[in-house]
C-alpha cells in the first residue's frame, strides 16, 4: 500500500500522507503502481469530458487538457522542457546534454515544444470528445505510464544518485515483467492491437535516441517520453 502512495504522490498532485520512513524497496516497488496511477489520471479525466458533454468540444478539450496538466503536476512538461533544451543544446554532446538538463531556466526551444505538445492534446481532445470517445484518453495515460517501470527495466538510467538511481537498483524485474503482460493483455481487448503496438514503437525509438545519445535515461528524458507517448497516441486514435 505504501508503494502505490509512492507513486501516487510523485506522479499526481493529490496530498499524499506518508507516514514512517520509507525504504529504497518500497520506492523501487512503487515502479508497479505507476499504470494504476495513470488509470486513476485518466478515470478523473474521463469523467470529467463525460460531464461536460453538453458543452462545445474545444470548451471540454481546453477544461480536461487544464486538469490533465494540474493533476499531474506538469511534472513531465517539466522534463520535455529540460530534455527539449539539452538535446539541441547538447548538440550531440553527453556530458553537455547533461549538463543543460541540470539547468532549471527553460529555453525558446523548451518553450516551443511545450506549446507544441499542448495543441496537439488540445487539438486531438476536440475531435476525440467531439465522438464522445474517451476510453482512448483513458488508455493513452495508462499505456505513458506504463513505459515508465519498461523505460526502467530495460534501459541504464545514467545519473549516479538521486530517484531514478533507487528506482533502478530495487524495481522488480520479473514483477515487472508481469505488470507489463497484464497491461498488454487488458490493453489488447480494449482498445486492439495496432494501437498497442504503435505505442511500443513510439517508446523503442524514443528509447533508441536517448541510448544514442546517453548511454541510457534521465528522469527528465523519462518525463520526455511520457509526454511524448500521451500526444503520439492521441494521434494515432484520432487518425486512425
Known sequence: MKSFLIALQFLTILPVQLKGTLTDKEIGHSLLFYPVVGLLIGLVLGLLAWSLNAQLPMVSAILVLTVWVTLSGALHLDGLADSADAWLG???????????????AAGPIAVVTIVLVLLIKFVMLTVLLSQQNCWELIWSVILARTALPLLFLTTD???PRGLGSILKQQQSAIHTRRLMLIVGVLALFSIGLFPLLFGLLVFLLLRYLMERRLNGFTGDTAGAMVELLEAALLIFFVLF
Not at 548538440?91 to 532549471?104: N, W
Open 157 to 159: 538510467y545514467v545519473r
Open 90 to 104: 547538447g548538440i550531440g554532446d553527453k556530458a553537455k546534454t547533461l549538463l543543460i538538463m541540470k539547468d532549471p
